[in-house]
């Protein structure tokens, strides 16, 4: 259960990020192809979710319920 509530957290913070990121294509008026789109989108928030995102989360998950 607790694999799960992790991998919710872990949804709930990715999934922001990719939305800001296709309206900020759609403000900036970018009309790409969806593949090319897929690729921005993947070399930049891949790295920010492996170097960022989840190292938080990791953080702030062991300090929630490593004593439970």
Known sequence: MLTLARLILVWA????LVTFALLAFDWAELHMSLPLKTLLLTAA?????????????????RRSFQNR
């Open 13 to 16: 913070c990715v999934y922001p």
């Open 45 to 61: 928030l891949v790295p920010l979710n492996a170097l960022a995102i989840v190292p938080l989360v990791n953080t702030v998950w």
